[in-house]
């Protein structure tokens, strides 16, 4: 009897310190620009710009009118960020 209720607390623990887990999946889904990395100070790379969002009615103007070949595989949306170095570099960091 004393290990069920030891086993019954121990699931409602459990259960507990799961919650702040599973609950943020509970609501509004991600966006794709919350995967986008961050840039802080101390990075030799700054983004250049805003991020950028595009879905079903934006995507013609990123993919210059190919938008209908990625309908086919479930589109939803993508976030694009541009990012340059101290160097001059830059690269396009696209998450679909």
């Known amino acids: 009897m004393l290990e069920s209720v030891k086993r019954r607390e ?3 623990i459990l259960s507990l310190l799961a919650l702040p887990v599973l609950l943020p999946g509970c609501g509004k889904p991600p966006s794709p620009a919350d995967f986008l990395p961050s840039v802080d100070d101390s990075s030799d790379w700054v983004s250049s710009g ?3 969002v ?3 009615e934006t995507i013609f103007s990123l993919v210059n009118g190919q ?3 990625f309908f086919a595989y479930g589109f939803e949306q993508v976030a694009v960020q541009d990012y340059e170095n101290v160097e001059g570099m830059a ?3 696209e998450i679909w």
């Open 54 to 56: 595009f879905d079903r």
């Open 10 to 12: 121990c699931l409602a």
């Open 91 to 93: 690269v396009r960091i």
């Open 50 to 52: 805003e991020a950028r």
């Open 67 to 69: 938008a209908e070949a």
